[in-house]
């Protein structure tokens, strides 16, 4: 098999796998570090780490080792039983996170439908709304999953045209409007949904003090604040979470992506114990949320991150990178914008599509994923080097 050229396994994949996505076209077999190899043996460095689930590099040693000790113990369970290490890895989340208890599942999707629950229950029992009226406020140009209720507010008709009806109870309002959230809210309010970062819109990144403001709207109302950090958070933007740039604290935090550190799929929903005991049993689960080799995989995942300050390296490594491309003479770029490391390049129109930057990026070893026509995402696994940015770097520079 591994003599295979590319296109074979394009093909076999476009014969027998649904066309929701239109990959670079690039057929990827192995990984360590920021590195992945093609089927040919040709070495990229990747510039997307499965969107942020990679923040800890591919195939940290210290979370191989976790997968593989408990992968000879014990694998699953389902909550039917308890088991040895979803305690411990709750605790660590909690300590982390600074809240008081969460609840595992394992899709980013998943925990975000789970924070909508759990805010619509607290609002039904904690502040009296009537029944079936409750309602979570989100933003236009959001993502937070692709179940049918997250695109049923998707404002991205890609996402939900074909997908109605859908579920009623979620106001849109513009992103980095505060004023727009006052307006909105209502006596049927018991939460706001965003993003810290508006990751899959392009990255785009609000204005300073938005969520700080945000914060103290939502206190003033008494809604929950609701943030999606699955792509934001675990130490992406610089810090553990994006909410501590502004020191704006939720109500309630869902985690996905590298919580399970690029090897299994791991998500939470964290909180307070007064908003999470609207959960009692028998109103949700997951046959694998809490699972053991999950559970351990998360507990390493983020020990990696604290153990290697990965929040300061994306930081710092982060302005380093954005010093750098603003460095390249080039006509082409309209903006380069980005925290720590999630960073976006947003072309001209008059210099092409990015997908045709990315394509060539792709020919030079550098793996990034354009998004929305003119957009290019660079977000390497947050291991790595100053020598590794530079490699980057130059292979930008000649492509543009
Ligand atoms: N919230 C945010 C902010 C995300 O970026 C999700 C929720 C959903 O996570 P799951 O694990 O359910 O995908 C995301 C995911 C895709 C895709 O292929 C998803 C994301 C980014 C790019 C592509 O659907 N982000």
Redesign the pocket.
């Known amino acids: 098999m591994a003599d295979k050229r590319a296109s074979y396994y394009i093909n076999l994949e476009d014969k027998y796998t649904a066309h929701?996505?239109h990959p670079i076209p690039v057929v990827i077999s192995r990984a360590k570090g920021v590195w992945v190899w093609d089927v040919e043996g040709k070495k990229y460095v990747d510039c997307l780490s499965a969107?942020?689930?990679v923040n800890q590099g591919h195939r940290h040693p210290t979370i191989m080792k976790a997968l593989r000790e408990q992968a000879a113990k014990l694998t699953l369970t389902s909550r039917a039983f308890h088991n040895d290490q979803l305690g411990a890895f709750m605790e660590k989340l909690c300590q982390v996170a600074r809240m008081e208890m969460a609840l595992p599942m394992?899709?980013?999707?998943?925990?975000?439908e789970t924070a909508i629950k759990i805010a619509r229950k607290w609002g039904y029992e904690k502040k009296g709304i009537g029944q079936d009226r409750a309602e979570i406020i989100v933003c236009s140009d959001?993502?937070?999953?692709?179940?049918t209720t997250?695109v049923g507010f998707s404002t991205d008709p890609l996402a939900n045209t074909g997908f109605g009806p859908f579920s009623p109870g979620f106001p849109i309002i513009p992103y980095d409007d505060t004023h727009a959230l006052k307006e909105a809210i209502t006596e049927n309010t018991v939460g706001f949904l965003v993003?810290p970062i508006?990751?899959?819109a392009g990255v785009k990144i609000p204005r300073d003090g938005y969520l700080r403001e945000v914060r103290e709207i939502c206190s003033d109302h008494g809604i929950l604040l609701i943030l999606?950090?699955?792509?934001?958070g675990l130490c992406r933007t610089g810090k553990m979470f994006a909410w501590m740039h502004e020191d704006a604290k939720p109500d309630m935090i869902?985690l996905?992506?590298a919580l399970g550190g690029g090897v299994v799929?791991v998500?939470a929903v964290v909180s307070s114990e007064e908003i999470m005991s609207v959960i009692t049993p028998g109103t949700h689960g997951s046959t694998f949320g809490g699972n053991p080799l999950a559970c351990v995989v998360g507990r390493a995942s983020l020990d990696v991150l604290i153990e290697e300050k990965l929040d300061e390296r994306a930081d710092r490594l982060g302005k380093l990178f954005r010093k750098k491309l603003h460095e390249i003479a080039t006509d082409k770029v309209a903006e380069i914008r980005g925290k720590g490391l999630l960073n976006a390049i947003e072309l001209k129109k008059s210099a092409g599509t990015a997908r045709e930057y990315a394509e060539r990026l792709m020919e030079l070893g550098v793996l990034a994923?354009d998004?929305h026509g003119q957009t290019i995402r660079f977000a390497p696994p947050l291991v790595i080097t100053e020598k590794e940015i530079d490699w980057i770097i130059k292979r930008v520079q000649k492509v543009l």
């Open positions: 929701g996505y969107y942020s689930a394992n899709t980013g999707a998943e925990a975000v959001n993502f937070h999953g692709r179940t997250i993003e508006q990751g899959e999606d950090e699955i792509q934001t869902t996905g992506k799929p998500s994923k998004t």
